[in-house]
T-cell receptor
Framework: GAVVSQHPSRVICKSGTSVKIECRSL??????MFWYRQFPKQSLMLMAT?????????EQGVEKDKFLINHASLTLSTLTVTSAHPEDSSFYIC??????????????FGPGTRLTVL | AQSVTQPDIHITVSEGASLELRCNYS??????LFWYVQSPGQGLQLLLK??????LVQGIKGFEAEFKRSQSSFNLRKPSVHWSDAAEYFC????????????FGTGTSLTVIP
């Protein structure tokens, strides 16, 4: 139980294009989803927190117009990197949590998406 | 402010040896505590968590962790390490009412030598 998927697992795009990453909770309803960015050999950096049906809360220093987050349903959140540049290349990981029995107060992570911007 | 410290950036152990990864937290009350493991190029997998009750928590893959309030610690242990345990380990605390977010330590990289 408590499985989170991400798609795609790996994406390569040209500079200036937009990329959408999907995060799905497969067997539970995710009231809250988190988006992280991870640089090589480093810990996770929280980018934003999204609650279903409301606007995402972005961490300081994260451009909300560049990293668009949508959490339209209890099982799906998307992160769109707009006008991507090489410095956006990174490993993006989502996680989900809920108030349900067995999954409450615990973050369950997706497998991550490796974004490379050429 | 809440924080999580993992003092050891990198640890090397021999296969079959015991392992202890350290984690200290800073928080006014007893937080929820977690250990996650990350293999290269993968997401994070939950090893175990502590919310309340018995301070010795059993997790998956033979791992356990002990919560020590007096030391603000939540160290991860395994009596006999396997080569497949080589990975990055993250300690985390949360969620907090101020936004439901977690705080992660900087991680400890484990190398297992034959």
């Amino acid at each position: 139980g408590a499985v989170v998927s991400q798609h795609p697992s790996r994406v390569i795009c040209k500079s200036g294009t937009s990329v959408k990453i999907e995060c799905r909770s497969l067997d539970f309803q995710a009231t809250t989803m988190f988006w992280y960015r991870q640089f090589p050999k480093q810990s996770l950096m929280l980018m934003a927190t999204s609650n279903e049906g409301s606007k995402a809360t972005y961490e300081q220093g994260v451009e909300k117009d560049k990293f668009l987050i949508n959490h339209a349903s209890l099982t799906l959140s998307t992160l769109t990197v707009t006008s991507a540049h090489p410095e956006d290349s990174s490993f993006y990981i989502c996680s989900a949590t809920s108030t349900g029995t067995g999954t409450s107060n615990t973050q369950y992570f997706g497998p991550g998406t490796r974004l490379t911007v050429l | 402010a809440q924080s999580v410290t993992q003092p050891d950036i990198h640890i090397t152990v021999s296969e079959g040896a015991s392992l202890e990864l350290r984690c200290n937290y800073s928080y006014g009350a007893t937080p929820y505590l977690f250990w996650y493991v990350q293999s290269p190029g993968q997401g994070l997998q939950l090893l175990l968590k502590y919310f309340s009750g018995d301070t010795l928590v059993q997790g998956i893959k033979g791992f356990e962790a002990e919560f020590k309030r007096s030391q603000s610690s939540f160290n991860l242990r395994k009596p006999s390490v396997h080569w497949s345990d080589a990975a990055e380990y993250f300690c985390a605390v949360g969620p907090f009412s101020t936004g439901n977010q977690f705080y992660f330590g900087t991680g400890t990289s484990l190398t297992v030598i034959p």
